[in-house]
């Protein structure tokens, strides 16, 4: 199963079609006996009135049941093997639990080995047996998944384990410095200089996978001197102060065409404050409406109705009518960086235009390389495009140029999703730096509630495009009210335990 569920079903054809194709090509099975198995899978899937599900076409389903019919799909001709390519990235947490559960039921009722391949090690430290962890094309671990995330015995894994965020953590996850390399590595472990712990017979050889335990081989020459078991340092704890009022939106509602003459209202009545200096997130599932709110806010999407006043003046209600000041003080980074960076232009080239739709053409120059220098990226990155840099050095690029005009409020939409864990956390630390040095109010649209609580001063949960509850966030997490938000916090994976660390076994 590819990580796009696009690319595992075909757009045109309904659900029974594609059924009967697999069956027919996989297992030489007829009409009547596809539509049979196909409804027991899909039973199976907790697709709701299977029968029905299989006349209709895949644009007409959620993402989340999409990615179950999917599933559904793969396991009809009764394989031995299911290969899944991160099939839950971009489900929020919720729909990725419905997924992982109905995928967990029909691999065990079919008898199907899974090999789940996935950046998010909390949620495979939750539902996996085994874990085998790569790096630069090798593996450089391999265990039962509780030993090895209890007892991670590789310094990467170590690292990974550190950079995952966790609702019962405070602290920012700490990142992991530098690149993998991208390629294996011949003749010295390539891992070294991104290694802590690295010595110099780290260099001279290459290290093989050694066995440290039941089932269990790290491939580390100082496996047995190093003892991995306490969490390395973490990042700072953001706890801030409330800061002044800079934005503030009122009773805003977002409606859209649904064709039919009918509306969708998928924001209705929503207020929320931004303070200077702090970092206000809003939490909820796909569809609860956080991203038409955000993209209000910024600008990008006019209101049905409601008003925004900002720093002490209220915002016309067509964004295209906001005064340059207005527009270049409220900046957006998107989810996408493959939207937001023009491919054609280089990172230099990029920043020099923003920075001159902003800035007096005597200060562009020097803001550039302040801004680079504060997300911490190279000035070598300057000549580089957007397909030669990394996931995070790209985000880090969108950061810097929403930094770039000197914004009052940043809102920020998924920025991290998608990414893994260690990526993840440099992107967090350096949102958490720009925010402090800029003393601006982000707002954080986002689903991970391990990246919420690590970061945000204040939340509002969304559902349904109304805030089902709000408050800051040490007390909305210790004591949650409302009965959504007590199932999006039970949703999180709960292979971290309260202090945020995997729990641990017999050694
Ligand atoms: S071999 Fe050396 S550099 Fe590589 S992971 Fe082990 S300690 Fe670190």
């Keep these: 199963m590819p990580q796009e569920v696009g690319g595992a079903l075909h757009p045109s054809f309904r659900i029974r079609q594609q059924f009967r ?45 999409l990615q179950r019919i999917a599933i559904a799909l793969a396991l009809a001709p009764r394989p031995d093997l299911l290969v899944l390519d991160e099939p839950t990235t971009a489900l929020d947490v919720t729909t990725q ?14 008898h199907v080995a899974v090999l789940f391949i996935s950046h998010d090690i909390a949620l495979l430290g939750e539902y996996a047996d085994e874990l085998v962890v790569m790096y630069a ?51 010295e ?28 081989s790290a491939r580390c020459c ?13 990042g700072e704890s953001v706890a801030r102060a409330p800061g002044d009022v800079i934005l503030t939106a009122r009773d805003v509602v977002v409606e859209y065409n649904a064709g039919n003459r ?3 209202r998928a924001v209705d009545k929503v207020s929320l404050t ?52 207005q527009r270049r003080r409220i900046q957006l980074v998107f989810q996408s960086t493959s939207g937001s960076l023009n491919p054609r232009r280089s990172v230099g080239d990029h920043l020099h235009h923003v920075a001159g739709c902003f800035l007096e053409p005597a200060r562009r120059q020097a803001a550039v390389e302040e801004v680079l220098e504060s997300v911490q990226l190279s000035s070598h990155l300057l000549n580089r495009y957007p397909n030669e840099l990394s996931g995070g050095q790209k985000q880090r690029v969108a950061i810097a140029s929403a930094f770039l005009a000197d914004p009052a409020v940043v809102v920020c939409d998924e920025i991290t999703s998608g990414q893994d864990v260690s990526v993840q956390a440099a992107i967090l630390e350096t949102l958490a730096r720009m925010q402090a040095t800029h003393d601006t ?13 690590a970061i945000a001063d204040d939340v509002y949960v969304m559902r349904g495009g109304s805030v089902v509850e709000q408050g800051r966030t040490d007390d909305l997490f210790a004591s949650p009210q409302h009965d959504y938000t007590r199932n999006l916090m039970a949703a999180a994976p709960q292979a971290l335990d309260a202090a945020g660390a995997f729990p641990s076994v017999a050694p």
Excluded at 97 to 110: D, F, G
Excluded at 192 to 209: D, G, I, N, Q, W
Excluded at 442 to 450: K, R
């Design 21 to 65: 194709e697999s069956l027919r090509i996989n297992r030489g099975i007829g009409k009547a006996e596809a539509d049979a198995r196909a409804i027991e899978l899909l039973e199976g899937a907790g697709i709701p009135e299977p029968q029905a599900a299989l006349k209709r076409y895949p644009h007409e389903f959620s993402g989340g049941q």
């Design 97 to 110: 639990r419905i997924v992982v559960e109905a995928l967990r039921k029909l691999a065990t009722e079919e």
């Design 137 to 187: 094309g090798e593996i450089v671990e391999h265990g039962p998944v509780a030993s090895v995330l209890s007892r991670p015995r590789h310094p990467y894994t170590r690292a990974l384990v550190d950079a995952v965020p966790s609702p019962g953590r405070t602290e920012l996850p700490a990142s992991i410095p530098g690149l993998p390399p991208g390629r294996v590595v011949e003749g």
């Design 189 to 216: 472990c390539a891992f070294a200089p991104r290694c802590s712990y690295a010595a110099p017979r780290c260099v001279e050889e290459k290290p093989a996978l050694r066995t440290v335990g039941v089932d269990h």
């Design 222 to 234: 100082r496996v047995s001197e190093l003892t991995l078991d306490a969490a390395t340092e973490l």
């Design 262 to 264: 009918s509306r969708v």
């Design 274 to 325: 931004l303070r200077k200096g702090n970092l206000t997130a809003v939490v909820g599932e796909s569809g609860s409406g956080k991203s038409s709110l955000g993209h209000v806010i910024a600008g990008l999407q006019r209101p049905s109705s409601g008003s925004i006043e900002f720093d002490g003046a209220e915002l016309p209600e067509d964004p295209m009518r906001r005064s340059k000041l």
């Design 441 to 453: 109010a982000v707002l954080l649209i986002s689903h991970d509630l391990g990246v919420v609580r």
